[in-house]
């Protein structure tokens, strides 16, 4: 399901005729806000592409990368709307569901009574501006990208307009998940999904982020951003489940900072895209904060995901732990480029970082590029990466008992994942991510039929 779009140049008048549309379309945002904006768009145009001798995009494939073509102004029918609407069902229980298309808003289901009564907020982003100002301008991009998609960021910000605030007061605990869920729907359009988390001492919540398109073979662009702010002695469970059509070139950039005591859980989900690229900044703020990072991804044809990290160690006795397992067939290929980084003043900090990849042909290309930057002398820190194939002799065992050879790869690779998934707390989501990667193989099998 898609409609079309008339292409619109993003390297020349075109982008910027697509911009003064989006400013004019403002009509009563604040002055900061657009002046963001203008900021912003300014800078897209003064940063340079990537090239090959770009350090930070080692090994990636830079011919992939044109913006040539996207549609900025995509705008799907209401009908559609309405049928996504209904396919938006991510979880049954949940705190409150926000859909857009397109970037346009499509559900919004608020908050309760009781946890509005509490200051619990849960916005589209063009509500917040308006109702909820004095907190995006003290949050949003509050952290600058510095893992090599500046560019990009810039070109989020100029033109973000759907995305959503979440804001969970001090000592206020949601058990329920939030959902966001954000689709493309229309062939050859440019989608900027934004998510801003931010909990109040000693609060605690759930936020998942869905990613999806109406049609799996229309091509399209996308520029997610996520910033994630948990306050002293809070805990925040993010999850992101991208799952872009095949066509689609795909960019994420997600910034997590952690104040004294305080956890933040993220894990990502990857399935979709033909190229994307996700960058992944933590920041361990405050003493005794702690950062999860866990990510699982499955790549095929000649799909490319590259991932980006930055584990920053600011404060002491604070802990942080990354786990990235990839899963490669026919042509694939994934990056992992991680660092920590230890401050001078951050003694006792334990951190690891950990990068898996699991080979499903001879033709699948991982690379490891994990490191560390100390500079603290009472740490705990370590890294490391590895590379395998299934192994022939387990594999074997499962044929010779009857299993068939397409059934025993989805068994490795689910106990290859099963170590990530096992962290999801929410069963129906943990479903979900399981019916993901089952839909996966099951497309990868049907064209090798």
């Known amino acids: 399901m898609s409609t079309s779009a008339s292409p619109m140049s993003t390297n020349g ?36 592409m990537p090239t090959r001798k770009t350090e930070t995009w080692r090994f990636a494939s830079i011919s992939g990368l044109s913006l040539e073509g996207y549609d900025f102004g995509a705008s799907a029918t209401g009908t559609v709307h309405t049928e996504l609407a209904d ?8 705190a409150g569901r926000i859909v857009f298309a397109d970037n346009k808003l499509v559900t919004h289901e608020r908050v309760s009574d009781e946890l509005a009564a509490q200051g619990v907020i849960f916005a589209p982003l063009a509500e917040a501006i308006v109702k909820h100002g004095d907190i995006l301008q003290e949050y949003f991009m509050a952290q600058d990208p510095q893992l090599g998609s500046e560019k990009f960021a810039a070109l989020h910000t100029a033109f973000v307009s759907s995305g959503v605030l979440l804001y969970v007061p001090k000592n206020v605990e949601v058990t ?7 689709w493309s729907a229309t062939q050859g359009g440019a989608v900027l999904p934004h998510t801003l988390v931010i909990t109040g001492e000693n609060a605690k919540v759930t936020m998942v982020d869905a990613f999806d398109s109406a049609d799996r073979s229309s091509r399209g662009l996308a520029l997610g951003f996520n910033h994630i702010f948990a306050g002293r002695g809070s805990r925040i469970d993010y ?9 689609t070139l795909g960019f994420q950039i997600n910034s997590l900072t952690a104040e004294r005591d305080a956890t933040i859980n993220a894990l990502a989900v990857n399935i979709g895209c033909a ?31 590259d991932q980006r990290t930055l584990q920053i ?8 732990n990354l786990l990235f397992k990839n899963a490669l067939a026919d042509e694939a290929r994934t990056i992992f480029s991680g660092l920590i980084r230890v401050a001078p003043d951050a003694q006792k900090t334990d951190a690891y970082q950990t990068n ?13 590029l994990p490191g560390l930057e100390i500079e ?5 820190c370590s890294h490391g990466a590895t590379t395998s194939q299934i192994d022939e002799a387990e594999l074997f065992y499962m044929l010779a008992r009857g299993i068939n050879k397409a059934v025993a790869r989805e068994l490795f690779v689910f106990g290859f994942f099963e170590e990530v998934v096992s962290k999801i707390e929410n069963e129906e989501l943990a479903s979900r991510v399981r019916e993901l990667i089952l839909q996966k193989f099951r497309e990868e099998e049907a064209r090798h039929a």
């Open 13 to 48: 008048t075109g982008l910027a005729a697509a911009f003064e549309k989006h400013q004019a379309a403002q009509t009563g945002a604040p002055a900061w806000w657009q002046e963001l904006k203008k900021k912003a768009f300014a800078t897209y145009g003064e940063l340079p």
């Open 87 to 94: 396919r938006a069902r991510l979880v049954a229980q949940r």
């Open 176 to 182: 329920l998940p939030f959902v966001a869920r954000y």
């Open 239 to 247: 999850y992101v489940l991208q799952n872009w059509s095949d066509q």
């Open 275 to 305: 190229h994307y690229r996700c960058e992944t900044q933590s920041i361990m703020k405050g003493e005794g904060s702690h950062a999860e990072m866990l990510s699982l991804s499955i790549a095929d044809r000649d799909q490319e995901i």
């Open 313 to 320: 160690h600011q404060a002491g006795h604070a802990t942080s």
């Open 356 to 368: 898996r990849n699991l080979l499903l042909s001879g033709e699948a290309e991982a690379h490891s």
């Open 376 to 380: 603290a002398n009472d740490v705990k």
